[in-house]
């Protein structure tokens, strides 16, 4: 059985995923390193809170094994589901499982209807306010969560649960029924992975129709206006992704999968051209998505500003997954590239080095004397929220990591993701050794193959301008061709294949209009995105300010080690302001103060020591004129 978003054999589909079970990260790489953290931290810590916070006990309400009021917010029953697709994904914590799956098809009414907040005290009131209920956005974790289990071969109960809530969903809304969708999209991914485990038709028939039945303004204004839920304007025409950046790239995952198994080129299209604007106006470096604290939303075109940038950890996850079908259709590159970038940034971020505590939103700056005691925005990662939807969704994204890394087709093996460990596909078995993205080599090595040429396609990413690849001592290929490099020969057990991505420090400059960061730098190395937090700054530097650093553009960046085996030092300048004020007429540049090579880490290692500054974005050292 595969992964997530697994295409039919029928379907549109460039790309396919490799079998759930053929690759293995090794836990002592970064990326198998968070997987294990996941197993043994994250989730476990997930699971204690879902105890703690009354989550469990909101079903065990329904079942009359528990008095205490409902808990938490209206859609906490995801939570518990996300938990469950972990569990499932990770083939890990079964008696959770088991138990859990008792436990919903305990408390599912005879229609199949399943939704604690609505069960007990609240019976007359379902369906009644499908804009902000989420009460198909819970059905579609619920339904993600039996797939997981259907495709691990865990707790068989959990899928005859998910089908009657889904069979319960085409009976009401599907053809001839309620012409009505819900106000967080997510239920038309679910319909359409589990149409793919049972082959039932009416699934997709339902995903498809919630697609075409929204953006015509049913769903009214509610407090955001129909924007907010991407009820504006019909995808197809769509011009620009809007809104809540969650329900944005949701929906887009969900018009993905209805697309690839309806053969439906337009609306792949329209997905394409919405990624491509997002992705060339509203995105932040990391990757992260969303600038409005508000609404939790996408803002207009260039509005990218690092200090109040929302980024939910939830929209960098969504647009992770949204990448990886995109990827899976098109058979792109750049939708791999997104990934990596996503991966090693914006949601690499989220999470504390203990697996324990976590961001919500996830800013590029954080100024010196920051109130970070709102849960909105904190200065550091905390344990829980109110609103605990990112935790959960960590868990069971980190749980299937591994299937992201490498997809066959007929013709061979493609390696997206670069990671320690196995993999199994198109006809060959590889042992990857790389300690990327801090290295920049990696070493393939054929275990076993089959005896019938194959091609094995490695990605370049395209932050990369100077590939090397060899095949046993032999240079097949160098220079800056980004995309897939196609090897196609007859294998044989110890061939050994070495891509060496050249990765020096980058400055990079942000486009002209994003006026929050004109005047700014960032540095980044491979795929990872730095930053300079306060817990660096030399003691030649005590005294000054951290805004009042500025970096030398002149200076080279030379490499250093330290909370990562990587850090990179580049030179900084200490500005003294000719005033306090917050204007002044314009002036030669301000005196100048000590000099220092200051170390920037990984920016998804902020954060991780005592609370202060931290920016992404580096003033240059400029003078005025």
Request: hydrophobic share 40%; charged share 20%.
């Amino acid at each position: 059985m595969t992964g997530p978003a697994a295409p039919t054999p029928s379907a549109l589909a460039a790309l396919h995923p490799l079998p759930l079970d053929a690759v293995r990260l090794d836990p002592d790489g970064l990326l198998g390193g968070w997987q294990q953290r996941n197993v043994d931290a994250t989730l476990p810590h997930v699971i204690e809170q879902l105890t703690a916070y009354g989550n469990l006990d909101n079903l065990r309400r329904v079942t009359g094994d528990a008095d205490a009021e409902f808990k938490g917010m209206w859609f906490a029953d995801t939570d518990v589901y996300k938990a469950l697709e972990a569990a499932a994904w990770s083939g890990t914590f079964p008696d959770f499982l088991t138990d859990t799956a008792a436990l919903l098809e305990k408390a599912q009414e005879a229609d199949g209807y399943l939704d604690s907040y609505y069960q007990v005290d609240r019976h007359d009131q379902q369906w009644s306010d499908l804009g902000f209920s989420h009460e198909m956005y819970i059905a579609g974790h619920l339904i993600q969560a039996a797939v997981a289990a259907a495709r691990g071969a865990a707790a068989p109960q959990l899928l005859t649960v998910a089908r009657r809530f889904a069979d319960l969903l085409v009976r009401r809304f599907g053809a001839g029924g309620e012409e009505l969708i819900d106000g967080h999209p997510e239920v038309e991914t679910a319909l359409v992975e589990l149409y793919r485990v049972t082959g039932h038709q009416p699934y997709l028939a339902l995903a498809k129709r919630f697609l075409d039945l929204r953006g015509h303004g049913m769903l009214g204004e509610g407090r955001f206006g129909p924007r907010y839920w991407q009820d504006h304007e019909p995808l197809r025409s769509a011009t620009e992704m809007a809104g809540h950046a969650v329900r944005q790239v949701y929906l887009l995952a969900g018009a993905v999968d209805v697309a690839v198994e309806t053969h439906d080129a337009p609306l792949l299209e329209a997905v394409e051209r919405l990624w491509d604007s997002a992705l060339a106006t509203k995105t932040y470096l990391t990757g992260g998505q969303g600038s409005r604290h508000k609404d939790e939303g996408f803002g207009d075109p260039y509005e990218l500003p690092p200090d109040r940038a929302y980024a939910e950890t939830c929209a960098a996850i969504g647009s992770f997954q949204l990448a990886w079908r995109l990827l899976l259709a098109t058979g792109r590159s750049g939708y791999a590239d997104e990934m990596e970038r996503l991966l090693y940034n914006g949601i690499a971020a989220s999470t504390a080095l203990d697996g324990k505590s976590f961001f919500y939103s996830n800013p590029l700056q954080l100024r010196t004397g920051h109130d970070g005691s709102h849960e909105d925005t904190p200065s550091q990662r905390l344990t829980w929220y109110s609103c605990a939807c990112c935790p959960p969704n960590l868990a069971r994204l980190m749980a299937s990591l591994h299937a992201y890394a490498a997809t066959s087709t007929s013709a061979g093996l493609q390696l997206h993701l670069y990671a320690a460990g196995t993999v199994t596909g198109g006809g060959l078995t590889l042992d990857v050794r790389t300690s990327y993205p801090w290295d920049a080599t990696v070493t393939l090595t054929v275990v076993s193959s089959a005896d019938e040429p194959s091609t094995l396609s490695l990605r370049v990413p395209a932050w990369c301008r100077d590939a090397r690849l060899t095949v046993n001592g032999s240079l097949i290929r160098t220079g800056a061709q980004s995309g897939y490099l196609p090897i196609h020969r007859v294998w044989k057990a110890g061939d050994v294949v070495e891509l060496t991505l050249a990765m020096p420090p980058q400055v990079v400059a942000a486009h002209p209009r994003v006026d929050a960061v004109r005047g700014s730098v960032a540095l980044t190395r491979g795929p990872v995105v730095y930053c300079l937090e306060h817990a660096d700054l030399p003691r030649s530097l005590d005294g000054i300010e951290f805004e009042d650093l500025a970096l030398d553009a002149g200076a080279p960046i030379g490499l250093g080690t330290g909370i990562a085996p990587v850090t990179l030092l580049p030179t900084l300048h200490a500005r003294t302001p000719a005033s306090n004020l917050p204007y002044r007429p314009l002036s030669p540049s301000e005196a100048g103060g000590p000099v220092a090579a200051v170390p920037a880490i990984p920016y998804f290692l902020w954060a991780n020591r005592e609370a202060g500054p931290m920016r992404v974005w580096i003033p240059l050292d400029v003078p005025s004129s």
